[in-house]
């Protein structure tokens, strides 16, 4: 059997390397990658759209391009109204299949009928060209207004994000998913001052067979991608919309994205295995209620979102409306345990000094304090426990045990434990190993040890792929091949381990479990024929906090 090497290139190839801009984030990160402006294509799409359409209708020029589609500004002369007409790439081998789906996801879309929405009025064909048209906006898009001014206001922000919450919600009633909720598809109406969700991302859910993606595209935007969108999850839910939706609120009130990174494949990185940032943190101004409801927005796992966009408009009305827009700064003076007990104090002290009272009211201000001293000591006694604030660097759970306790702790999670006070403290956590659909477990078990023999004040400690017994490495694992494939990590040594699972063809960054990490450590798959391919040499490939490297192989790979 021979074994072809794949090039290096191809370790993450499949995400565009790109140092973006801190006044434009999405700079260079257009959802696909790879796209060439050519005008002379421009003038001869043009001029097939304006015969496909006829005599009523003036194509005045090309206006957008993208990935999938390019945008036309049009007349419609009987009607004197100016239209926008997305047309599918002509340079884009569309398949029947695909073709039929954009059609049927274009007809559902037009049946959303909401004010922030923007409106399909018709569906066309003609002169090899598959379109449709749009009310022509005049404004400025989201992702515009934030390269220009860098933040948005928290109220600002709000006055956009609710409306944008009740569009989604309309969408996800009618069994819609954005797919691609970012700044630059949010557009700001100049004479209204409306926000309008546009690109239901129609043309990302065409690739249902992964041949767009196997011929090197890339579907999401990395700076807003939800973790099981970046897995390559195929059913994605209301709840993925509203991650990303999390990361653009973020963005509104902080100036940038949750996560950046040198590279795309850096920045997914950190959206599967890192916490984000507390907003407030960022920006002092923001209030912390509304940095709480965006950090849920961002939770790795679908189950700890709002399940529902209506939910976090709930959330935000509520905020609004109950917590005035306090910088965080200001709130976080104002819960400060300790400097509010010791005003209490001290002002305590003054008033009384100045009331002069009565023994009989002083006795009675003592049976009084009673209460509020006892609430005070205990809080001063929770605050001067230690506490562990442990972080899960890896991309499946842990299982944390402390004091007969146990803990789930999630992919790029963090959690906050009280530790005993003055008594030593052991704490195991345990890798959840992925199971085949038989409950066979999948890769190497993984574990870490923790020993605070005298632990003080807050003590940070995380699981990572390098625990004190041995380095791992995860290799997540893309199948372009068109064939299942079988994994066999570490061939040909001591140490080779079968993942015990097939990765199916079109997976995209599939995890296939934990394994031990050498300098010369390798994956090699086998499709069923017994044709194979191997990466080598992998260890200064991985991230030493995640152990994760990302391997794509081709057909071509296979020998």
Request: hydrophobic letters at 40%.
């Amino acid at each position: 059997m021979s074994v072809h090497h794949p090039t290096t290139s191809r370790r993450e190839q499949f995400l565009l390397p790109h140092r973006p801009q801190k006044r434009n984030p999405e700079a260079g990160l257009a959802t696909l990658v790879g796209i060439v402006s050519d005008k002379s294509t421009h003038f001869e799409t043009a001029a097939r759209l304006g015969r496909a359409l006829g005599a009523g209708y003036q194509v005045r020029g090309l206006v957008g391009r993208g990935g999938f589609a390019e945008v036309y500004e049009v007349l419609d002369r009987e009607l004197e109204r100016r239209l926008a007409i997305k047309v599918l790439r002509p340079d884009i081998a569309w398949t029947s299949g695909m073709l039929q789906r954009f059609k049927q996801e274009t007809r559902t879309v037009a049946k959303l009928q909401h004010p922030n929405i923007l409106a399909i009025h018709f569906v066309g064909e003609g002169e090899g060209l598959v379109y449709y048209a749009m009310p022509y906006i005049e404004g400025t898009s989201l992702g515009g207004q934030l390269r220009d001014s860098g933040t948005l206001s928290p109220r600002r922000a709000l006055d956009i994000a609710i409306p944008v919450l009740e569009a989604l919600q309309h969408a996800h009633e009618h069994g819609l998913v954005h797919r691609d909720i970012k700044p630059d598809n949010i557009m700001i109406d100049t004479a209204s001052g409306r926000p309008l969700l546009v690109d239901f991302g129609i043309a990302k859910r065409l690739d249902a067979d992964g041949s767009l993606t196997q011929t090197g595209y890339v579907v999401g935007t990395p700076y807003y991608m939800s973790p099981e969108q970046a897995l390559g999850q195929k059913d994605l839910d209301a709840r993925s919309d509203l991650y990303a939706f999390g990361a653009v609120l973020f963005q509104m009130v902080t100036g940038s994205p949750p996560f950046e990174g040198e590279t795309s494949q850096e920045i997914v990185g950190k959206h599967l295995a890192e916490p984000p940032p507390l907003p407030s943190d960022v920006n002092a101004d923001v209030p912390l209620w509304l940095s709480q409801v965006i950090t849920r927005c961002l939770a790795k796992k679908p189950n700890d979102r709002f399940q529902a966009a209506a939910a976090v408009a709930d959330a935000l009305r509520a905020g609004r409306e109950t917590a005035p827009a306090t910088p965080h700064a200001l709130e976080r003076a104002k819960t400060n345990v300790d400097t509010a007990a010791a005003t209490e104090v001290v002002e305590s002290e003054k008033r009384l000094s100045a009331a002069a009272p009565t023994p009989a009211r002083r006795r009675r201000l003592a049976l009084m304090s009673l209460p509020l001293i006892a609430v005070l000591a205990f809080a001063g006694m929770w605050l001067l426990r230690p506490r562990l604030v442990f972080e899960n660097h890896l991309v499946a759970p842990v299982e944390l045990s402390l004091g007969g306790q146990r803990y789930v702790v999630g992919a790029g999670e963090r959690i906050t434990l009280a530790l005993p006070r003055g008594e030593p403290s052991d704490v195991l956590w345990t890798l959840e190993q992925p199971t085949t659909s038989d409950g066979t477990s999948i890769g190497a078990e993984v574990f870490g040890a923790i020993t605070l023999p005298n632990p003080r004040g807050r003590i940070r400690r995380s699981a990572t792929a390098t625990p004190s017994d041995r380095d791992y490495f995860a290799p997540l694992i893309t199948n372009n091949t068109g064939q299942p494939l079988t994994i066999t990590v570490n061939a040909g040594s001591g140490a080779a381990m079968s993942c015990n699972c097939t990765v199916p063809s079109g997976a995209v960054r599939m995890v296939v479990g934990y394994y031990p990490l050498y300098q010369n450590s390798t994956v090699r798959v086998e499709d069923s024929g017994g044709r194979s391919a191997m990466f080598t040499e992998l260890g200064g490939e991985v991230d030493r906090q995640s152990g994760v490297v990302g391997l794509r192989f081709e057909a071509a790979d296979l020998q």
